[in-house]
Nanobody, 122 residues
Framework: EVQLVESGGGLVQPGGSLRLSCAAS????????MSWVRQAPGEGPEWVSA????????YYADSVKGRFTISRDSAKDTVFLQMNNLRPEDTAVYYC???????????????WGAGTQVTVSA
């Protein structure tokens, strides 16, 4: 069974940092593009970042470019999202997903974890 377990969220002040982790299991992690998606209360999901299967290529939404960094550890089947200079508008539940990225569009799979809450507030 595919399992995705996000962790690392919390409450931080504007300008602060968090490092999110996504532990994956139940599929061949090393062959999948992995993405981070976030969803704020009352809003639809927003694709945030993606990393290629081998980790060579990284992609970011304009809203987080320059502030967030995605990475992966193939030995641990884990994807990370380092978030710096956090803003209140970054407040959301963050999910990882082994979806595809093609022609600037994100195509998620039906596999979702519980997500991890990130709250940015003074």
């Amino acid at each position: 069974e595919v399992q995705l377990v996000e962790s690392g969220g919390g409450l931080v002040q504007p300008g602060g940092s968090l490092r999110l982790s996504c532990a994956a299991s139940g599929f061949d992690f090393g062959t999948y593009v992995m993405s981070w998606v976030r969803q704020a209360p009352g809003e639809g999901p927003e694709w945030v970042s993606a990393i290629s299967a081998g980790g060579r290529f990284k992609y970011y939404a304009d809203s987080v470019k320059g502030r967030f960094t995605i990475s992966r550890d193939s030995a641990k089947d884990t994807v990370f999202l380092q978030m710096n200079n956090l803003r209140p508008e970054d407040t959301a539940v963050y999910y990882c997903n082994p979806g595809a990225l093609h022609r600037k569009s994100f195509y998620p799979t039906d596999n979702w974890g519980a997500g991890t809450q990130v709250t940015v507030s003074a």
